[in-house]
């Protein structure tokens, strides 16, 4: 085959993990003699442990709702809101089963879809949320998203989990999302993390305000001296690491330790008027940069940006390995690529 040809992520050139999806190509990857590889070994005793663990933590959710609710004076969550399948589930549940007031915060990052804000109406009013939405100008999102689809600004172990692009605007999300709590003393502040994106030790968690101001503090570091100036407002002042020191809220990322499965997902949210979006590439059901972050990251690091999450879902038993494969390895939607990186000027 002629290599020019190959694209970076075809699964007919890489062996994969005969368990989870990892390929060759994921950094200091080992497989056995069976195929297995080292990160699917190491999770054995963990995955046999998972179910008492998750009821426990479903537990202790319960716990710290009761101790919290209606204690605060005007919400007693913030949820950080894309209007993706899982935000929205992970919203559906505060409301539904907990019956907690609310107020879903989106950060617009300019590539939201139009689905996406469709979706965020729609849902918002179903489950009688307040809802705000966060826009920083144009001109500040499309300097930092150029340079981080340039440059990878992140540690080599950031980027195991997520693009570049995506860590940045990320970091935004979870910044203003604390930042909000603390200043409208909401106590606990919720993500919509997929079980194989963030790992159920960190479900339920008491912010640091010491590590987020370590956190903080290298995140600002790695953006280049332009943006940052610019950006400093989005993130935590200074003097509310002790002004504020007793309000830092607690995160909780409740898909972890509940059931999931992807298709009951969308049939429940599509019962409270949520559409599933189709223009968008096969893992974001909202960002319209993601498939281009996806691209970029794929070129130069040659592993999907999205096989750790996925390949820790089918380990756990909630996605089925061929439904992983075909989401990491079908080539990205080339009309988005082209969208995005015309919008950037790439
Ligand atoms: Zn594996």
Redesign the pocket.
């Known amino acids: 085959m002629n290599p020019t040809t190959q694209r970076p992520n075809d699964p007919t050139n890489l062996r994969l ?1 005969v ?2 999806i ?1 390929p060759e190509t994921f950094p200091n990857i080992k497989f056995d003699t069976e195929g ?2 080292n ?2 070994r190491q999770e054995e005793s963990a995955l046999a442990k998972a179910p008492a663990k998750k009821a426990d933590y479903r537990r202790k959710l319960d716990d710290l709702i009761a101790s919290v609710k209606g204690k605060a004076p005007s919400y007693d969550a913030i949820m950080a809101y894309s209007g993706g399948k899982d935000s929205s589930y992970t919203l559906k549940l505060l409301r539904e089963r907990y019956d907690l007031r609310v107020l879903a915060l989106t950060f617009d990052n300019h590539f939201v879809s139009p689905t996406a804000f469709d979706n965020i109406r729609a849902v918002t009013d179903a489950l009688g949320v307040d809802h705000i939405s966060f826009n920083p100008p144009w001109p500040l999102m499309k300097s930092l998203f150029r340079i981080t689809a340039r440059d990878d600004i992140f540690s080599a172990a950031t980027l195991l989990r997520a693009s570049s692009i995506c860590t940045a605007c990320i970091a935004f999300v979870k910044s203003l999302t604390a930042k909000t709590a603390i200043e409208m003393s909401i106590p606990l502040s919720a993500f919509g993390w997929s079980p194989g994106q963030a790992p159920i030790q960190s479900a339920i968690m008491k912010t640091n305000a010491s590590l987020i101001r370590q956190n903080q503090k290298a995140l600002i570091n790695s953006l280049p001296d332009t943006v940052q100036v610019q950006m400093k407002s989005y993130f935590i002042p200074d003097i509310y690491y002790d002004l504020y020191k007793d309000r830092f809220p607690t995160n909780v990322h409740p898909l972890a330790f509940f059931d999931y499965d992807e298709e009951r997902i969308k049939i429940e949210l599509e019962g409270i008027g949520w559409k599933a979006p189709t223009n968008t590439d096969t893992n974001s059901t909202n960002c319209l940069l993601n498939a281009y972050a996806n691209q970029v990251h794929l070129e130069r690091l040659k592993f999907h940006p999205y096989v750790w999450e996925i ?1 820790n879902m089918v ?1 756990q038993g909630v996605m089925p390995r061929a439904e992983g494969i075909e989401k990491i390895y079908s080539p990205q939607n080339s009309e988005q690529v082209e969208y995005a990186r015309k919008k950037l000027e790439l």
């Open positions: 993990c368990r989870c990892l297995i590889c990160h699917c390949a380990r």
